[in-house]
């Protein structure tokens, strides 16, 4: 059973104090419990005895939240929606935003580290199952439903692809908000076979490896926007925030309103935005086209606040 009840922190606090920018808000938080990316449409029972309908609660929340939710059904026209999770909840969001937003217009995507890399496992560790081996599975057993563009972009027997950032975000066309740890602890977990720091020299020779692959694929996914648009401007509706720390998820924590980057351009040591900070800025800036930050100039700006440190694990209050 699940409490009635629970704690909640970082953009969900009531908190004025420590989330200033959403405090007020109505909060709607739904579990994880469709083990899918919230991506399922198998309504049958797979091979294994499990129906995955992620998908489908994601279309049952928003009918829910339009004809009878406990605050009052909430205008689909009018009301403005940070449609958010983190890390499955991350991915999920971003999986099903555009529909989301085709029944919610004034939506838009705050996607906490579900930025999956196709990157090889490490090599001692190559028995474990790795992500890509998870998404080739899961495509089929969940039936999945993702974005149509980008299935078409790919060959029948790579569809599983969408399931990954750098692919599937391209193809999105809701301006969107990325957090994007550089060393995930998540990924970096699974691709060393569950190691964690401190690591012996094989490992973290890894990590940074995956540190490049991570800053490499923020470029591929400008460069596959622009090909998919034929327009460089739109590539703006991507936005990225990418601390050089070995975190996972921190939305829902105090984190959300401490981690600064130590970005180019951000003035400094610790001196760029939090993500509390700059999600507030940016969601009321897309939602009412208003201009209020040196880091927000307008609906469509493409926001890259990346961190340049040398180090693992060295963004500041990481």
Known sequence: MLPHSSHVSGILS????VNPGFCEANHVYVRYCSSDGWSGDR???SDIGFSFRGARIVDELITTLTTNA????????????LFTGCSAGGRGAMFNMDRVKSRLPNAYGLFDSGWWLTIDPMARNSSHISLVQQAQLGYDLYNASLDESCLASQIPTERWKCFFAPITLPFVQTPSLSQVFQYDKFQLSEDTGGLKPPYDKEAAAYAEQFRSAMMQSFASVADRRSHNDNNDDDTGRISIYSPACYDHCSIESSRFALTRPIAPGGGGNGSSPTLSELVTEWFFNVSSSRRSSEHVEAMDSQIRIIDACNSFNCSHSC
Do not use: N, R
């Open 14 to 17: 009531q908190d004025c104090a």
């Open 43 to 45: 309504m049958e029972k």
């Open 70 to 81: 406990s605050f009052g059904p909430m205008d689909p026209l009018e009301a403005k929606v």
